[in-house]
């Protein structure tokens, strides 16, 4: 009786397999590289509270992992964006490589006000020296001796800013300057700096030099002199960790800002503010992103 039923247990267990049953499942096969998949990106939810008012004509807010928009404010209106852009520049620099390379200043290099570091013509100093003084500090002449170095000459430096621009996705930009000195015809927005700031956050090297609060830079000379981050959220904020101011008449106060909290990034974008709110502006929005229940 047992063997019977043995029997026909197996004939039925035959009869669904050769019918597209439910055949024992086949291992996936692995990548040809060998390497695990990709884990899938995760999409970034938007927080539940209003995002707060901010005085700056532009803004937006982003979530550095999934590039997703939190949340925008005239964030595609073209404007200048000042030292912001230094961004591109120092993404620019990485890209042409040989870092440790030594930059011998020239006297044009100081053709730029007014917030400068007065290098000497004749000194001598790494790509790496000088791009950390350009994220901290915002030195124009040093932006000026980065892109004659890298690229041969302020307009070729141009060309080179507008072509990574491209193709990173900016749409709405033209830089005619390493620095963000106002000239006509030289804009950006809010989302395209977004996109910059984002590319930059995934550079070691810049998310280093961006959440560096002070150092001291060391002239051929010997002098000395501490250069302290002109982001003031770097020191009001614990979790911020840059990453670019930008001031003049035509762009007003500008700043990028990276913060890391719960398991999440974000970087905020106000541009066109004022001095009494663009450090309280940023600091609120990094805070309404940020400040809330760890990422699933």
């Known amino acids: 009786m047992i063997r019977a039923r043995f029997i026909a247990l197996a004939l039925t267990a035959l009869l669904a397999s050769s019918c597209g049953g439910n055949p024992t499942p086949r291992p996936l096969p692995r990548p040809i590289s060998g ?4 884990a899938p990106v995760q999409v970034a ?9 901010v005085a700056g004509e532009s803004a937006i ?42 930059i011998l200043i020239e006297a044009s290099d100081g053709a730029c006000e007014p917030t400068k570091l007065y290098l ?19 030195a124009n002449d040093v932006g000026r001796a980065l892109a004659r170095d890298t690229a041969g000459s302020q307009e070729a430096f141009s060309a080179m800013m507008n072509r990574k621009a491209a193709s990173l996705g ?8 390493p620095h963000g000195l106002t000239e006509p015809g030289q804009y950006s927005t809010a989302r395209d700096m977004a996109i910059a700031a984002r590319a930059a956050y995934r550079s070691p090297l810049i998310r280093s030099y961006a959440a560096t609060k002070a150092f001291t830079f060391r002239f051929n000379n010997g002098r000395t002199i501490l250069l302290e981050n002109t982001n003031k959220v770097l020191k009001t904020l614990p979790y911020c960790d840059g990453m670019k101011t930008g001031t003049t008449n035509a762009s007003g106060r500008c700043l990028i800002s990276s913060g890391s909290l719960n398991g999440r990034s974000v970087i905020a974008v106000v541009l066109k503010s004022n001095t009494p709110n663009i450090w309280s502006d940023s600091e609120k929005l990094l805070k309404w992103a940020l400040e809330r229940p760890p990422a699933s």
Do not use: H, W
């Not at 939810?45 to 008012?53: G, R």
């Not at 550095?64 to 620019?92: E, H, M, P």
């Open 61 to 102: 807010v982003i979530d550095v992992q999934s590039g997703r928009v939190l949340y925008a404010k005239n964030a595609d209106v073209q404007r200048a964006v000042a030292s912001t852009q230094k961004i591109i520049t120092a993404l620019c620099v990485l890209d042409a490589g040989n870092i440790d390379k030594p």
């Open 120 to 138: 000497k013509a004749g000194d001598s100093y790494t790509r790496r020296e000088l791009l950390k003084v350009l994220i901290v500090k915002s």
């Open 35 to 38: 390497n695990p998949p990709p």
């Open 170 to 177: 900016m749409r709405n930009s033209n830089f005619l300057n």
């Open 45 to 53: 939810s938007i927080p539940q509270t209003p995002p707060p008012a």
